[in-house]
Structure formats: structure tokens, C-alpha cells
DNA sequence: GCCGTTTTCGGCCCGACTGTTTTCAGTCG
């Protein structure tokens, strides 16, 4: 059974054990054991193996046992019991946003509902409003809440979901009574991913600034209002959430609604362990209610607990506050660490700039070295370059390399195709004379995960392959990653020293940041890379560095912040 | 069900908004 598989089958036990209203700690414990497997790159059975399945954090003895059941037997009692007991449309209904497991049951129980269909019918019938607990207003949010359901997007990707929250926070920032309006949540977080816009605001006139809200460009309907908080509906189908408060709130404001919950729970911890308490007010003492700071400044969230700032990518309770206890956080990689780019595209294949340009646009980025890696000769519809076509680049980066300033190295390069059966495509004596070999997929993508592993790994152990590009080949919102047993592939990458590529292009984004999380643990080296088709496109730089920043990577872990001399130096050498 | 610089038992983050239950439960983040 797959990861995934047994996540799945704790989601259902928590879900089911939520509508029979049991212990709501015992669910958020299936819950965190749920995210646990989620965030796991190495396989359950890997890790039963070696006898650690209890090493796993939210992994007790009964959360392990079960596991155990899963992996050999492929279920366990307690979902025996439980599968049948509540039905799927119940489970459905308990999941609309504003419905919840207990409505659900009690449509279910007294008026028999089974299904999100047949709560709308009986809500259109006025058959809710007669139950217990419910009233004709109750019944009206309830049809609002399945009708909303349905116009309510999947998560969107990050490039879509951040300029637009950060245009609504500019929006509210221009109000005379607005202080300042951030983007928070996940966004801010930068996950690639992102299932509602949070924006947090510190306002003069809290009444003036909440009405506002409807007014903001793409808010089509206002669902609760208050002084305090704000939950609108977008028309990107994302809900969102404004959040109101004090200009000398605003610190502890931000930090809370940038913060991922399992980050605050246990920040909380730590505070209650402390002798204090913390709020979206700020951070108190838990017997004078004295508060320890005000003002704007979220750092100082930290400080009153003795830890240094922690950056709100690392703020998802991935053992972020116990590395700031031991004074252990890393430091994350900036923008401003990196000295060049290894994947970049031009005219010659399906870029829109020419060697010269993007060389100059690179300079003018302040860089010591990039890469040209145009595609080669199978990539047909992105005209990729033959034998003869290559060897003209060569002669035309040559000749753009000598008229530009000193300091500044134009690498030569490809994008070669790794083929079905892990060759690349491009001759051995042109590869070996290329500063910079990328690798990567793009053809017969859908063959099974240990085809498609033994393929990459046979492309990892050429002597010509520095980068393995875009490793899972996923495209946000479009395309699933290829099936690829990404440990057996980072353990290749490890052993051959090839490197990883964080592929920034926004609908790339990958590797993603629990890959790249697991490929520094094991000791692999990566490179960030716009994989730009035009001179604009090197600043998507930025999506990559998200995920490098979200994989606690330092500009140790990434090839490309190095000095030139570093970089040849770390390279795969050519032994063939 | 998990977990332990107080604890192997008794806790488990904390607050906003809504509706209808006149004191709070449900949902959300």
C-alpha cells in the first residue's frame, strides 16, 4: 500500500470518528498522522523495514500499529468498523466549507440526509427549518453553503493565487484609515499551492475598513462581517479572509495569520511551558495579563519567547521552534546569494532572446555566469537543435563571450532530452565539450513508476549529465508529477553528485520543497534556475528560491550561489 | 490518540462570527 493510500484511509477514520462525535483530539491525532505520511518522501514500507515507523512524529503506538495492519494486510479493525458506518455522501456533506461534521450528522439523524443532493433538496423543501438545532436562517446558509461549494476552485497555484491577494492587500493599504495590509496565510508562506487568501490589515476605523471589503476588486459576496474578521468570496473562487486590527496589534496580527496552524500550536506550547500566552493581540503574561510587546513588528512575536525570528516559509511545525531553541535555524538562501543561472533557453530553440540578450540581462542581474541550454534535436516542437545547429550556437556564444565585460562567464550548454530508455539525446563527443549538460523528461512520460525511476536513474549515472532538470516533471493545476520513486532518484542523484534542479518557472515549480527538504537531508547538492524562454523570464528566479527557502536550503546547498571556480569545482568530472 | 526541562495521567491553541440554545455550540483558520 502507497503512502498516499494509508493517508487516505486515516483521513477516512478521522473524518468518520469527527461525525460520530468522537474525541476531537483523538481525530486531530489521525489528523497529524495524516499530514506526517503526506510530508514523507521515503516509503512506509522503507521505514517499517528498518523498524522506525514509531520514529514518526504523530506516530504513537496505536497510529503505528494500524500502519503495520495497512502495509500487510492492507486494512486494520478499527476501518473495518468504521467504513460502512457513516455514508459517503454524509462524509461529502461534513467537508462543504460552513457545514461541518455536526450538521451533518444531525441532517442526517433527523431528517435522514445521505447526500450534499439531498440536503438541497430538503433545504429548497423547507424540510431543515422544522429539525432541532435549526432554524430558517440556518437552512438559507446551508443552501448558500453547498451553492458555494460548488463555484469553490481547488487549491491554485501560487503564481496565481499571490500577485492577486497582494493587489487586494494594495487596495486596502491606499485607504486613508489603513495603516498597513499584508498578504498572509499560505501565500505569504509561499506554498505552492494555496486554498485561501488570508490579507491582515491595521486600520484607524475598523467600521470603514469592513466595508470596504465588498468593495475590493474581485470580491463578489461578503459571508460574515465583522469588526475583527471579514470572509469574502472571490471571483477566482477562493475565499477570503480579512482580518482587522490595531495599528500597535499589527506584529502579533501578521505572525498569527502567516503562520500555519501546527506552527502556532506549538508556538503556544512553548509559551504556555513559559509561563505566557499568545494571541492575534500579542504575546501576554498567562497571570498578570501584562503584555510583553506592541507595535508592528512580528520579530517581535519571537523575541518575547527568547527565539530568534523564524521565517514564515519554515512556519509549517516541521521542527522550525525546536532548531530556534537550539539556535540551529538555517540560513535560508536570498535572492541576493545567487551568482548566475544554469538553465536558460534562446532563439535558437523556443526562446524568444538571443544569446547576446540574454547575456546582457543577466549582467544587468548583477550575475557572474549563465548557462545557454537550449533544447536538443528530439524536442521537435520546441525546435530543438541538431548536431549542426549546436555546433553554429557554439561558434555564436563564442563570439557574444569575447565582447562581453571581463567578470562576467557565458556558459555553454544543453537541455538534453533524457529518451525512454535513460540515453540522452545529444552525441557524446558534443556533450563532453558543453560547460553545463541539463537533463530532463519531456517525452513517453507515462510509463510505470519503476520504468519511469530506472529510466532517470540510468540518465543520473551518464558522466555528461551535470542537472537533472525539472525532476517530476508536474505542472501546477495541469499536469500530475511523472510516477517516480523520488528516493531511489535522490539517492542516485547523491551517488553519482548530480545535481537537482528547483525548477522555478511558476507552473513548474519543482522540485517541490518536501523533495528538496529530503534531497539536502541526504546530501544532495540542487540549483534553482528560471528556465527562462525570454530575458523577463530570469526573474522567475523567484518561484524556485519559494520552494528552496520552504526546503530550509542555505546557498551551501545551491550550486549556482557559488563563485564560478566553486561551481566547475562541485560539478560531476568528466571520467568517461 | 499523543505526549512529558512539572507529568506515564490528564491535559491537548485561541479567538471571531453566526444563529437561536437566553449562555452557548458549531465552524473556521
Redesign the pocket.
Known amino acids: 500500500m502507497t503512502n498516499h493510500e494509508v493517508a487516505q484511509r486515516f483521513q477516512q477514520i478521522a473524518d468518520t470518528l469527527e461525525v460520530q462525535g468522537e ?1 476531537p ?2 481525530v486531530r ?2 489528523r497529524n498522522a495524516v499530514e506526517a505520511i503526506e510530508r514523507l518522501v521515503e516509503p512506509l514500507d522503507e521505514i517499517e523495514r528498518r523498524g522506525e515507523l514509531e520514529e514518526i ?8 500499529a494500524k500502519t503495520r495492519d495497512f502495509l500487510t494486510k492492507g486494512t486494520t479493525k ?1 476501518y473495518e468498523q468504521i467504513k460502512n458506518a457513516v455514508p459517503p455522501g454524509v462524509l461529502k456533506l461534513a467537508a462543504v ?8 450528522r444531525a441532517l442526517w439523524e433527523s431528517a435522514g440526509v445521505k447526500s450534499v443532493e439531498e440536503a438541497e433538496a430538503a433545504a429548497k423543501e423547507g424540510r431543515i427549518q422544522t429539525a432541532p ?6 437552512e438559507k ?1 446551508l443552501l448558500e453553503a453547498i451553492n458555494r461549494g460548488r463555484r469553490l476552485s481547488e487549491r491554485l497555484p501560487l503564481w496565481t493565487a499571490l500577485p492577486y491577494v497582494e493587489r487586494l492587500a494594495a487596495e486596502l493599504a491606499a485607504r486613508p484609515e489603513v495603516v498597513r495590509a499584508e498578504a498572509a ?1 499560505s501565500a505569504r508562506r509561499h506554498r505552492d499551492t494555496v486554498g ?1 487568501l ?1 490579507i491582515v490589515v491595521a486600520t484607524n476605523d475598523p467600521a470603514a475598513t469592513e466595508k470596504a471589503v465588498a468593495g475590493l476588486s474581485g470580491v463578489t459576496e461578503v459571508m ?6 471579514v470572509a469574502a468570496m472571490t471571483d477566482i473562487g477562493m ?1 477570503l ?1 480579512v482580518r482587522l486590527g490595531r495599528p500597535e496589534d499589527f506584529g502579533a496580527l501578521l505572525h498569527h ?1 502567516s503562520s500555519g ?1 501546527a506552527h ?2 506549538a508556538l ?2 512553548l509559551a ?2 513559559m509561563g505566557l ?4 493581540y500579542g504575546v501576554f503574561d498567562a497571570k498578570t495579563g501584562a503584555e510583553r510587546f506592541q507595535g508592528e513588528d512580528e520579530a517581535q512575536v519571537y523575541t518575547a519567547l527568547g527565539l530568534p525570528y523564524i521565517e514564515p516559509e519554515l512556519r509549517e511545525g516541521r521542527g522550525e521552534i525546536e532548531a530556534a531553541r537550539r539556535n540551529a535555524l538555517p540560513r535560508l538562501v536570498t535572492e541576493a546569494d545567487f551568482r548566475g543561472q544554469l538553465h536558460e533557453h534562446t532563439t535558437w530553440s523556443d526562446g524568444t532572446a538571443s544569446v547576446r540578450q540574454m547575456a546582457e540581462a543577466a549582467i544587468a542581474r548583477g550575475y557572474e555566469y549563465l548557462a545557454i541550454t537550449d533544447h536538443s534535436h528530439s524536442l521537435q516542437i520546441a525546435n530543438g537543435l541538431s548536431r549542426e545547429r549546436l555546433l553554429e550556437q557554439l561558434d555564436e556564444v563564442a563570439a557574444v563571450r569575447r565582447e562581453l565585460p571581463a567578470g562576467f562567464t557565458l556558459l555553454t550548454g544543453i537541455e538534453a532530452d533524457i529518451l525512454a530508455d535513460g540515453s540522452l539525446d545529444c552525441e557524446e563527443d558534443l556533450l563532453a565539450r558543453l560547460d553545463i549538460v541539463v537533463g530532463s523528461v519531456h517525452i513517453r512520460h507515462k510509463e510505470d513508476e519503476a520504468a519511469m525511476t530506472a529510466r532517470v536513474v540510468r540518465a543520473l549515472e551518464s558522466p555528461y549529465l551535470h542537472i537533472l532538470g525539472h525532476p517530476t516533471g508536474r505542472l501546477l493545476g495541469k499536469r500530475e508529477p511523472f510516477p517516480l520513486d523520488m528516493e531511489v532518484v535522490i539517492a542516485a542523484a547523491v551517488r553519482t553528485g548530480t545535481v537537482l534542479e528547483i525548477n522555478a518557472s511558476p507552473d513548474r515549480m519543482d522540485l517541490n520543497d518536501l523533495y528538496a527538504h529530503r534531497a539536502k537531508q541526504q546530501g544532495a547538492r540542487l540549483t534553482v534556475n528560471a528556465d527562462a524562454h525570454s530575458t523577463t523570464g530570469l526573474g522567475s528566479l523567484r518561484w524556485g528560491l519559494y520552494m528552496a527557502r520552504r526546503a530550509w536550503l542555505t546557498p551551501e546547498d545551491v550550486v549556482n550561489t557559488y563563485p564560478l571556480q566553486e561551481l566547475r569545482r562541485v560539478l560531476k568530472p568528466r571520467t568517461a
Open positions: 474525541n483530539f483523538k491525532a489521525y512524529p504523530g506516530f504513537g503506538e496505536a497510529i503505528t478499527l466549507p460552513g457545514i461541518g461534521p455536526k450538521t451533518a438545532g435549526f432554524g430558517a436562517a440556518k446558509k496565510g485561501d488570508d460574515e462581517s465583522g469588526r475583527a474578521k475565499h479572509d495569520f496552524q502556532n500550536i503556544r506550547e504556555e511551558s500566552k499568545i494571541n492575534e
